[in-house]
């Protein structure tokens, strides 16, 4: 967990260069990928994360860092972006990096909200979620962090090149694996849906059953859940044949397993522990 000053830090940067980046546009994109090329360059140099957050450091020196750092090709926001962190304080060396990721995440959501896709985005990084739950040999090689990133980021690839995602979708599905961060695959996927749909002002409810929904079905669950978490939601439906009768439930990271073989297994374990 984040120390107080590193909350403070981040929060306060954030709102201050929010409307820079919002208002960036089609260059959101290039900005959250150079912040988030920067947050694995911090992530493996901790001698670098030192002389940018040392607080007897002058402020121009730490700057000066940076500049050495980007260079002369990277967006002007993004140098102001690392500019305006660096001047900051904060509880651990390591806390900058996070609040380097932070604002590279929140480039991708303005770039999808520039192309109307941030709900799209939300969906797909809900289906694949939703998609490599039932593949646990998969995922655990997506955080194997002594797995090459190259190799981790061609199995990626070769589960969702061919697929329509949105082009933020792949490069946040990629940022996940390339650089791990101290997180199962998993983890970082849902933090993202949970970033998104607090950015959309609603929940992503993700339903997995073995038919489509009905418009029907959806109005329910979405007044449901609506009623259940406090705000609006929006209900992710995901077809899985193998599912065997009733469905499955994801808010957030609780999961309500509702299916045929959940209750099976259930009942397994009740007769296993009365034997």
Same mark, same amino acid.
């Given at each position: 967990?984040?120390?107080?000053?590193?909350? @403070?830090?981040?929060?306060?940067?954030?709102?201050?260069?929010?409307?820079?980046?919002?208002?960036?546009?089609?260059?959101?994109?290039? @900005?959250?990928?150079?912040?988030?090329?920067?947050?694995?360059?911090?992530?493996?140099?901790?001698?670098?994360?030192?002389?940018?957050?040392?607080?007897?450091?002058?402020?121009?020196?730490?700057?000066?860092?940076?500049?050495?750092?980007?260079?002369?090709?990277?967006?002007?926001?993004?140098?102001?972006?690392?500019?305006?962190?660096?001047?900051? &304080?904060?509880?651990?060396?390591?806390?900058?990096?996070?609040?380097?990721?932070?604002?590279?995440?929140?480039?991708?959501?303005?770039?999808?909200?520039?192309?109307?896709?941030?709900? !799209?985005?939300?969906?797909?990084?809900?289906?694949?979620?939703?998609?490599?739950?039932?593949?646990?040999?998969? &995922?655990?090689?997506?955080?194997?962090?002594?797995?090459?990133?190259?190799?981790?980021?061609?199995?990626?690839?070769?589960? @969702?090149?061919?697929?329509?995602?949105?082009?933020?979708?792949? &490069?946040?599905?990629?940022?996940?694996?390339?650089?791990?961060?101290?997180?199962?695959?998993?983890?970082?996927?849902?933090?993202?849906?949970?970033?998104?749909?607090?950015?959309?002002?609603?929940?992503?409810?993700?339903?997995?059953?073995?038919?489509?929904?009905?418009?029907?079905?959806?109005?329910?669950?979405?007044?449901?859940?609506?009623?259940?978490?406090?705000?609006?939601?929006?209900?992710?439906?995901?077809?899985?044949?193998?599912?065997?009768?009733?469905?499955?439930?994801?808010?957030?990271?609780?999961?309500?397993?509702?299916?045929?073989?959940? !209750?099976?297994?259930?009942? !397994?374990?009740?007769?296993?522990?009365?034997?």
């Amino acid at each position: 967990m984040r120390g107080e000053a590193s909350r @403070i830090a981040d929060r306060v940067s954030r709102d201050s260069l929010a409307p820079k980046l919002r208002e960036s546009g089609e260059d959101a994109w290039r @900005i959250g990928n150079e912040l988030f090329l920067i947050t694995n360059v911090l992530d493996h140099n901790v001698q670098l994360e030192r002389a940018l957050t040392d607080p007897s450091r002058p402020v121009e020196d730490k700057v000066a860092v940076v500049k050495a750092l980007v260079g002369d090709q990277a967006h002007p926001l993004t140098m102001e972006i690392m500019a305006d962190l660096v001047s900051r &304080r904060w509880s651990r060396v390591t806390d900058i990096a996070n609040a380097v990721e932070d604002f590279g995440v929140d480039g991708m959501m303005y770039y999808a909200d520039h192309t109307n896709t941030t709900l !799209q985005v939300s969906v797909e990084l809900a289906e694949l979620h939703s998609a490599l739950l039932n593949l646990p040999v998969v &995922r655990s090689k997506l955080y194997d962090d002594s797995v090459p990133a190259e190799a981790r980021i061609k199995l990626l690839n070769s589960l @969702i090149g061919n697929t329509d995602f949105t082009k933020v979708t792949k &490069r946040l599905a990629e940022h996940a694996t390339c650089n791990l961060r101290n997180r199962r695959y998993l983890q970082t996927i849902q933090w993202l849906i949970n970033k998104f749909s607090r950015h959309m002002g609603e929940s992503m409810v993700t339903v997995t059953t073995a038919k489509p929904l009905t418009g029907e079905q959806i109005d329910k669950l979405t007044a449901i859940y609506s009623k259940k978490t406090g705000h609006p939601v929006h209900i992710n439906s995901v077809v899985d044949p193998t599912v065997l009768g009733g469905m499955r439930v994801q808010v957030g990271d609780e999961v309500t397993d509702n299916t045929v073989v959940a !209750q099976l297994q259930h009942l !397994q374990r009740t007769v296993k522990a009365t034997a």
